[in-house]
């Protein structure tokens, strides 16, 4: 299956397909993903039709699209990691003409990280209430400070100090690849990448959260 | 990204709730449209009416909202609106530690618990490549057969609750009450059960858990066939149930949809042998698989499973090895980077998490994939066109429980 | 104890028991003073003359208020005790124990359940129709007690005998259909509207069956006056009508079911759809009067049945040439002993006949159950006489005035077809509001009319060849 997929897509993926314990795993640009999708779906040699799972991932550097499909014909899954969408604003074609059962999932993940599928009629928000500001799983939306409230929450977290105004919390960013790397506030590098047996080294501007 | 301070209104504020238009949060609002969808369904036309099958409901399997759109009695458009048991539990997972994130994931699947707190547990295995003991393996395939068949007890029964029979269900939590105070004299409790562990499980067989175990397996079957003949040849809920919410094999693989309802559909897929975990190669069962597609073959895959499950564990009892019941791990469990999808075979169907490790002792992403979440998908154009009492028919059969769906 | 607290003085001020006993002590000392002054003043026996005058004259209207008045008395209790049947019987069925704390065996649970509704707060929401909103519960319990005067409980024991007993019957639980679109339309709520629809569509559905299933039996009978049918039923079983119109007996019963709002078609309060359908804006008694108009209606129906088809107040086992036989003639006789000719031993009746009997009983058991002592065979032996002896003055009783034999046989039956009800309510789940209309339609009604035609077929070739 591994060489199925590099000879079909090889011109479309970024790296190799990688073979991980019972996965395989491709990694596609956001530009490349439908027809990545569609090939993968409807390929008779492939015939990936099971949408197993769609979700968003934050590394802290990028955002990501992960996409897992099961087919009849391999006893692998399949990852599909849609790679290098912007922080800032992430756009990604939507597999909704493909699966429609993933409109759901697809509005999970604008609900959570902000990511904007393009083709999907129904993007609103799917779990927060609908006037919410913010996108909660994201890594710069500090769970302990919670300060973007909707006006329907509301909840104070009960452990959580008044902050003074004038103190800036710094987000701490750990990115996926295993590094601590610290980014400060304006994104400068606070701290080298330390190794993974590291604490993740403290931050000296503002007040270390959770 | 958390919203900066200066937009954010505190409800200290009175003038917030001056400003706030009620009609955002009003059952029906008459808001801006923002989506497409949301404006051809509110877009309401003559003699139709838009009513709320609301959050306080005794049919919607939990907190879950459904707007919908009908003309007398015929259902014309459905908007299911989740959220409203929406705990965060994946950015939780994201701030503790891997062991916290299984009493975290307990909470997903209520009725069958033992599935969703395996989630964290399989996979730091897979990314620890850690062995588990194999009495510890075969502890938890027991565990979750159990599971299961309490779950599949409660399904039976619920799925005639909403139709009007208030019988089966007390015979389902007649069952379920046998087996979970089995698993409370394992694990100490009776729905949150905190037992597995990453290595292994929480504690040993005990005497009294054996002895209760033996009791049930020599009644077990009795009692789920007389829930089952109960319902079985009922013509009225034969007829409430036949024909009603058909899933052809292809929209079942569209929707992404596991588990019973897609193994109604003639889809042999069972993740127990599609891809297999734990120490189910060495078990013998059947995967029960119906092509009907409806309610009613639904229902009968899941009484057809139950029986399935009580040969595994009747096996499993048999070949019980000995041995200790959880690996060692180091004090601070640090799991090697990388990426992991881990899948496992739930009453409701295929429950599975994508776990991506930094290295730390946090995951660094813990996104759970819930079946729940993918079959309720489809009560929305299986309803389409009929009755008001069949959205009921149809979204128990789906099995659906609002625990998973809105995480 | 310090000795300087001193002890707190009680309040001035009457306990509430002290208040209700003062009240009745009050009314009780007005009554007799009142009743002394009327007496002495010779106004009292002129008013009690006048009053007996008018009433002699015009003793029908005050048979029939006597009548009504006890109907609508009958009903609550009755209520009460099919809900506390309900729930027993349901919950034995559902591998449960139903109500056990309050009173003996939770039988008091359902008159807790009626003085729980009745200390509710009673509101009109807004935005109903208020009118139409309060006189709606009314329409419905009136629908279906009014029909409970022309059903005959025993021999000589109807309300009010009626020649178009059985018109009068369909006419007035035909209005509780009135009454639930009321119920549904004046709530101001979507669900409330839908319910109502529904369960009227139920009710006016199945009337026709009902209403038609019945006229085989009223050509047999050949007249609608429900003593006259109930008494063509007399003698031994095989002359209820039960045998002679089976189809119309299921046809009744199965569109009975549906005209009382019992599952398999509850739409009234189909409480795993709709909430609770029509009645969702309704709390406290107004819900209450809902309530037990659907139990009363379920009473009313199984007694329809019973009269029409089982054969009413009859055992269904003529007992007279029995009793020809046996030598004894009813009311019993108990022998002709004039009480004035014992002289003083009329007194040993009384005194010695009780303590001799339980002194024998408790000998007996002394004598068989060794391991009782004495005190304890006396105390069960005294609770085995009564039980005895009322035994006794109860067949005595049942077999002298036959109005008491009839009462119980017919509350049997009734309470019998109850408890089908019930045992439906906890086996079936619902069936679908089509389904059910396409079932009226165009099975039960066909079907109803099927057994017209048959039965009139029937009657006159039997008429013509055999007679």
Redesign the interface.
């Known amino acids: 299956m591994l060489t199925t997929l590099d000879g079909r897509l090889g011109d479309r993926l970024v790296v190799p397909a990688e073979a991980m314990g019972d996965t395989i795993e491709l990694v596609v640009r956001p530009r490349d993903l439908t027809d990545v999708m569609r090939t993968l779906r409807d390929d008779g040699a492939l015939r990936f039709e099971l949408l197993a799972d769609l979700c968003g991932v934050d590394t802290g550097l990028t955002m990501q699209v992960v996409y897992h499909l099961w087919s009849p014909l391999s006893a692998d899954w399949v990852r599909v990691i849609a790679d290098g969408l912007s922080r800032d604003d992430p756009r990604v074609p939507s597999v909704v003409q493909l699966w429609p059962g993933a409109e759901w999932a697809e509005r999970e993940a604008y609900d959570m990280f902000g990511i904007e599928f393009e083709g999907n009629r129904d993007l609103r928000r799917i779990y927060m209430p609908p006037d919410y500001l913010s996108f909660p799983l994201r890594k710069d939306f500090a769970l302990a400070d919670d300060a973007s409230r909707g006006t329907g929450a509301g909840i104070r977290h009960a452990e959580q100090p008044v902050a003074p105004a004038e103190v800036r919390l710094a987000p701490v960013i750990r990115s996926s690849a295993g590094a601590g790397a610290v980014l400060g506030a304006d994104g400068e590098l606070l701290a080298l990448a330390a190794s993974a047996t590291d604490e993740a080294p403290a931050v000296d501007s503002g007040e270390e959260p959770a | 990204?958390?919203?900066p301070?200066e937009?954010?209104?505190s409800?200290d504020d009175p003038e917030?709730m001056v400003q706030?238009p009620g009609t955002?949060?009003d059952t029906i609002p008459p808001?801006t449209p923002?989506?497409?969808?949301?404006a051809e369904f509110y877009d309401v036309g003559d003699g139709e009416?838009l009513?709320n099958l609301g959050p306080q409901?005794?049919?919607t399997h939990g907190v879950l909202r459904v707007v919908l759109k009908i003309d007398g009695?015929k259902i014309v458009d459905l908007d299911p609106v989740?959220?409203y048991l929406?705990r965060?539990v994946?950015?939780?997972c994201?701030?503790g530690d891997w062991h916290h994130a299984i009493s975290n994931t307990d909470p997903l699947e209520y009725a069958a618990s033992m599935f969703s707190e395996s989630l964290p547990v399989l996979s730091a295995e897979?990314l620890l490549e850690l062995e588990v003991p194999r009495r510890a393996e075969y502890i938890r395939v027991l565990a979750w057969e159990l599971n299961r068949i309490s779950s599949h007890a409660l399904f039976i029964g619920w799925l005639?609750?909403?139709?009007?029979?208030?019988?089966p269900i007390?015979?389902g939590f007649?069952e379920r009450d046998e087996i979970v105070e089995m698993l409370a004299s394992l694990t100490g409790q009776k729905l949150l059960f905190n037992y597995m562990r990453i290595g292994g499980v929480n504690g040993d067989l005990n005497h009294d858990f054996l002895s209760r175990l033996g009791d049930w397996m020599s009644r077990a079957g009795a009692r789920i066939n007389d829930q089952a003949t109960?319902m079985n040849e009922?013509e009225?809920?034969v007829?409430?149930t036949k024909g009603l919410g058909v899933v052809s094999r292809e929209m079942a693989?569209?929707?992404?949809?596991?588990g019973p309802p897609l193994r109604a559909t003639g889809v042999p897929?069972d993740v127990r042998r599609?891809?297999p975990y734990s120490v189910y190669p060495e078990l013998e069962f059947d995967i029960p698989v119906r092509s009907d597609g409806d309610s009613y073959a639904r229902y009968l895959l899941h009484v057809d499973e139950i029986k399935q499950s009580l040969r595994i564990i009747d096996q499993v009892l048999h070949q019980m090895p000995d041995g200790p019941v959880m690996a060692k791990l180091p004090r601070l469990l640090?799991v090697?980077?990388?990426?992991?999808?881990a899948?496992l075979e739930s009453p409701r169907g295929?429950y599975?998490v994508?776990a991506?490790s930094?290295?730390?002792d946090q995951p660094?992403?813990f996104?759970i994939?819930d079946p729940s979440?993918?079959n309720l998908?489809?009560v929305v154009p299986l309803t389409r066109g009929h009755?008001?009492?069949?959205i009921?028919a149809i979204m128990a059969s789906l099995d659906p429980i609002m625990g998973g769906i809105?995480? | 104890m310090s000795a300087a607290t001193t002890p707190t003085p009680t309040p001035a001020g009457v306990s509430p028991l002290g208040k209700v006993v003062l009240a009745l002590l009050a009314v009780v000392l007005a009554g007799a003073l009142a009743f002394f002054l009327l007496w002495v003043t010779g106004v009292g026996p002129l008013a009690v003359d006048w009053i007996i005058e008018t009433g002699d004259a015009n003793i029908e209207i005050l048979r029939f208020i006597a009548a009504a008045t006890g109907v609508l008395l009958f009903t609550v209790p009755a209520a009460f005790v099919i809900i506390y049947m309900e729930l027993k019987l349901i919950a034995q069925m559902n591998l449960r124990v139903g109500p056990d704390r309050t009173g003996p065996w939770g039988s008091l649970a359902s008159l807790m359940a009626g003085l729980k509704v009745l200390s509710k707060e009673d509101f009109t929401p807004r935005g109903v129709d208020v009118p139409v909103y309060t006189l709606a519960p009314a329409v419905v319990f009136l629908a279906s007690v009014m029909t409970l005067l022309v059903i005959p409980f025993a021999p000589g024991m109807a309300g009010y005998y009626m020649e178009l007993g059985l018109l009068y019957f369909f006419a007035a639980s035909g209005i509780g259909v009135v009454g639930l679109m009321m119920a549904g339309w004046s709530s101001f709520n979507k669900y409330s509207l839908l319910g109502g629809i529904r369960a009227a569509a139920a009710v006016i559905s199945y009337e026709l069956p009902l209403i038609l299933g019945t006229f085989g039996v009223v050509l047999l009978a050949g007249t609608l006056n429900l003593g006259q049918i109930v008494e063509n039923q007399a003698g031994w079983m095989w002359n209820w009508y039960a045998f002679q119109q089976p189809l119309a007996l299921i046809i009744f019963f199965i569109a009975a079911t549906a005209e009382a709002g019992r599952t398999p078609f509850d739409y009234t309060e189909a409480d795993s759809e709709l909430v609770a359908g029509f009645a969702t804006e309704y709390s406290g008694m107004r819900f209450g009067f809902f309530f037990f108009a659907e139990y009363v209606n379920v009473f009313i129906l199984s007694a329809l049945t019973v009269t029409l088809f089982l054969g009413g107040y009859h055992t269904g086992v003529d007992i007279d040439p029995i009793l020809g036989f046996l030598g004894v003639t009813t009311p019993v006789e108990l022998g002709n002993i004039d009480p004035g000719s014992l002289g003083p031993w009329l007194l040993a009746i009384p005194f010695l006949v009780p303590p001799i009997l339980v002194l024998a009983v408790s000998g007996l058991i002394w004598m068989v159950k060794s391991e009782w002592g004495i005190i304890k065979s006396l105390v069960v032996g005294f609770v085995l006489t009564n039980l005895l002896v009322g035994a006794a003055v109860s067949f005595w009783a049942i077999f002298s005035f036959e109005a008491l034999l009839g009462l119980l046989v017919f509350f049997g039956k009734s309470f019998g077809l109850v408890a089908l009800f019930v045992l439906m309510r906890a086996t079936y789940p619902r069936v679908r509001i089509d389904q059910m209309a396409n079932f009226a339609w165009k099975w039960l009604m066909p079907a109803a009319l099927l057994n017209i035609f048959v039965t009139a077929g029937a009657i006159i070739i039997v008429r013509e060849y055999f007679s």
Request: zero cysteines; a positive charge; charged letters at 25%.
């Open positions: 990204m958390t919203t301070r937009q954010v209104r409800l917030v706030t955002i949060y808001l923002r989506t497409e969808r949301e009416m009513v409901h005794p049919s009695e989740m959220g929406h965060g994946e950015k939780i994201e701030h897979r005639a609750l909403d139709l009007g029979g208030i019988t007390l015979y007649g109960l009922n009225i809920f007829n409430r693989l569209q929707y992404g949809m596991s897929y599609a891809h640090r090697p980077p990388g990426r992991a999808f899948a295929q599975a994508y991506v930094d290295g730390s660094f992403r996104r994939h979440f993918f998908q489809a009755l008001l009492a069949d009921m809105d995480k």
